[in-house]
């Protein structure tokens, strides 16, 4: 089945940097759009970043932009977040997606999301 397993959370101070990267398994990974969304307690899930199946592809959440960069390494069957810049706001569960279908379009649409990883935490202090 399918898997994805997030990695690279943790705690840091206003104005850090994080990369957190998700390994996948159990599908045709170079092929499928992937996205990373975040959530907190009491609030929705927010969409972050998504990528295409080449990575020649970006879309960002508007309150990332020029903060976060999303990237992939399909000969290592794995997506990555960069975050650079980080702030308290950011606290959150992060957690990687598959979004469509393969060689499809990007979405930020959670109705597109066909698997979830299981998430890493993000906490920023300050």
């Known amino acids: 089945q399918v898997q994805l397993v997030e990695s690279g959370g943790g705690l840091v101070q206003a104005g850090a940097s994080l990369r957190l990267s998700c390994a996948a398994s159990?599908?045709?990974?170079?092929?499928?759009?992937m996205g990373w969304f975040r959530r907190t307690p009491g609030k929705e899930r927010e969409f972050v970043a998504s990528?295409?199946?080449?990575?020649?592809?970006?879309d960002y959440g508007d309150s990332v932009k020029g903060r976060f960069t999303i990237s992939r390494d399909n000969a290592k069957n794995t997506v990555y977040l960069q975050m650079n810049s980080l702030k308290p706001e950011d606290t959150a569960g992060y957690f990687c997606?598959?979004?469509?279908?393969?060689?499809?379009?990007?979405?930020?649409?959670?109705?597109?999301?066909?698997?979830w990883g299981q998430g890493t935490q993000v906490t920023v202090s300050s």
């Open positions: 997606a598959t979004l469509g279908f393969p060689y499809g379009s990007m979405s930020r649409r959670e109705e597109r999301v066909g698997s």
């Open positions: 159990g599908y045709i990974f170079s092929t499928y759009p």
């Open positions: 990528i295409n199946w080449n990575g020649g592809s970006t």
